[in-house]
């Protein structure tokens, strides 16, 4: 059982880094970008390649990190300079990269890394970290490797989460906030809102991208159908997180997204455990996306109506 | 110090929607001078104003500030040198972003936004030392989000922006439209606070005719996209209400009070 938490939150945080990506686009640059669902599989597949060729797994991230920025920066040319709607422009990459990344991975539509050292194998073997690892309260956890998976991404999520915040509070993080929220004031404010737009897709992009290559350094395989559902996947988090944890401020909303992305495979961890079958996932996903969109609705509705029978007995009828 | 030459704009050409927009504007402002515009729904003043402005390109004619000719820059290049409020109180600001942050980006036009902070400690002291004279309490919300606003508060703040960095031309299109009666008033004395205070240059569109018979150096009727009527100084002075319902009817536009 702890291995199954263990497990969920390791693979919550390396979704938290995906999530944020997310977050950039549909709340920040009011964008629905799809173009993540070939971005997390071309984050994965450079990172495999080139472990699979002996380059070093740090070095892999960062490399993904810059993968991921070149499919935002194709889609937002596609959108606005070639002025294709913002979904449209999303799928066109989205399959586009399909075919360029079995061709990154080298013809194959997955990839293993079993017999490299990732990442987290070479984390997990840090002298500190292995004394961390084998203190008594860890007792009980069977798979050290989660543990180190957490300690690690746990690291890297903050440092994301660091930058984000930091990013949006600039002059020209500025901007980018103000295209989203509301583009004929940047314009009038003298912002070139089509140079924001691709700053925002970019950097949502990279961070996707990012969570691909620890998502494979993690699964030790990268599969070219890895992406698929992963925009649900992020949403459902986002919106999980934000209505549990609020989103007064940047910050806030974006340690609220991160807890969301933990909590989303915890519960799909435990439904699973519950005797779910794994290809019912999705319809789960979807309907929980669904429900959780509607629920502000609803509640205004409620509120709405309660206020409307108050109102009525207030006149006494 | 602004210059319209020969300004066309037909909306939809060769379709049954056709509308022409402006036709052979021809209108210079001196460096200060206050024009104010009327004329009936879709006499193409709100045109007018989004061509200077760059949202919309012209067919023909030319645009000229300060002798720059700005035909063809860029709306978001243009900005540096105009400050404007749209009608609808929502479109000026960003309502998910702060007091402070919206003005800080105001107070950037015309210059490179870095990875500099989005709002200095010398801004907040100027922001809030502005705020102060509007009387609205805003000075002490500096980083409440503007949704929180009222159509009027939001309105003030757009008015400051548009007048932050001294621009070359003010463009207010009934900007005073969408607001109470009371709350209107209190902008519009905002506005020419300002105007007066920084010698703006200024174009201002308004429905209220005696706004337009109180304010401004010079008044212009438009109709069908031209300029039907102009009266500037003592003769602007001398005219009454009933002297624009005339001018109305006599060019055969509704009228409107
Ligand atoms: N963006 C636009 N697209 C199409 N037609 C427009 C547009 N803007 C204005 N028009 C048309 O141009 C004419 C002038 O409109 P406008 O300048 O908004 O008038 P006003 O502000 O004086 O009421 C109207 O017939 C209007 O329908
Ligand atoms: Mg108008």
Redesign the pocket.
Known sequence: MTDIITGAVALGLVWAIVTIGVWITYRILDFPDLTIEGTIVAGAATSAILMTHGVSPLLCLLASFGVGALCGLITGILHTQLKIPALLAGILTGIGLYSINIRIMGNTSNLSLLGTRTLIDRFANLRGIKAILGLGIFENVVNKQNLAAIILVGVVVVMVIALCTWFLRTSYGCSVRATGSNPDMARAQGINIDAAKIVGLMLSNALVGLGGSLLTQYQSYSDVQMGIGSIVIGLASLIIGEVLFGKSSTLRSLIAVAFGAILYRAIIALVIQAGMRATDLRLFTAITVAIALFSPTAIQQVKLLRGRVKRRGDAGL | MLVCKNLSKT??PGTANE?R?LCNVNLSLRRGEFVVII??????????LNVVSGA?LSDAGRIYIDKQDVTFLAEHKRARLIGRVFQDPMLGTAASMTIEENLALANRRGKTRGLGSGVTRTERVQFREMLRPLELGLEDRLTARVGLLSGGQRQALTLLMASLRDPKVLLLDEHTAALDPKTAAKVQEISLQLVREHKLTTMM?THNMGDALRFGDRLIM?QE?RIVFEAQGPEKQALTVPDLVEKFVAVGSEVIA
């Open positions: 909306f939809y509308r927009a004329g009936g729904n879709g006499s193409g003043k709100s045109t007018l919309i569109v438009m996209g």
